[in-house]
């Protein structure tokens, strides 16, 4: 699986959006870009992933460049609860395929 | 949707003694479901791929005679840390894998253990 490079942490303020980047330049054409949260003391949580074209759900956009080198979680309204540490993760779909934690980055919503 | 129950959510335990977690898909059935530690301040870490009804795939490191997993139905995998002792005092949590849909992993909250 590729390796992704986040920032270590960012602060944001609440009900303003949140932009997290991510850098997988090693990226191949069948991985995709898979972004989970986890917030204290609690397991994981899928928010969103893609391959080439931007998504977007109830909790997230996901913006990927044209070169698949880079991608951005977009939290549109951040709220105090969306506090968590977020990972980008870069894998083959499929729900067998094992994940590969990184360190992640620490997002503090502040009031 | 897809939704992963562990039970206990924590348990102490003394030095020696043996411990099973439970991890459950509530409303989807799972081929494969994982095994992450997680220690204080750190990453997760995959311990093990459970595939129902056959033998579980244990990443480098990790002691198979020690952290025993059964995965005897699409929704049930067990992992039971066997002599714990201190330094297994961690956050174990797992993940299933759910094939309709957005084949991802969907997490369980995790259990959290303390060997005295």
């Known amino acids: 699986d590729a390796k992704t490079t986040q920032p270590t942490s960012m602060d944001c303020a609440e009900g303003r959006a949140a932009n997290l980047p991510c850098n997988h330049s090693t990226i191949s054409g069948n991985e995709y870009v898979y972004w989970y949260r986890q917030i204290h003391s609690q397991g994981p949580q899928y928010i969103i992933h893609g391959l080439k074209n931007n998504e977007t759900n109830e909790m997230a956009s996901l913006i990927i460049t044209e070169d698949r080198k880079s991608s951005t979680l977009i939290l549109p309204h951040a709220t105090l609860r969306d506090t968590a540490v977020y990972y980008c993760?870069?894998?083959?779909?499929?729900?067998?395929?094992?994940?590969?934690f990184g360190a992640g980055t620490t997002v503090t919503v502040r009031a | 949707g897809a939704v992963v129950s562990q039970h206990p959510s924590w348990v102490i335990c003394k030095s020696g003694t043996s411990v099973k977690i439970e991890c459950r898909s509530l409303d989807f059935q799972a081929t494969t479901m994982f095994w992450y530690r997680q220690f204080p301040k750190q990453s997760l870490m995959l311990m093990a791929t459970s595939n129902e009804g056959s033998k579980a795939t244990y990443e480098q490191g990790v002691e198979k005679d020690k952290f025993l997993i059964n995965h005897a139905s699409l929704t049930l995998s067990t992992l039971t840390v066997t002599s714990a002792h201190p330094e297994d005092s961690s956050f174990y949590i797992c993940?299933?894998?759910?094939?309709?849909?957005?084949?991802?992993?969907?997490f369980g909250p995790g259990t959290r253990l303390l060997v005295l």
């Open positions: 993940s299933a894998g759910r094939l309709a849909g957005k084949e991802t992993q969907y």
């Open positions: 993760i870069v894998r083959v779909a499929g729900a067998d395929y094992k994940l590969s």
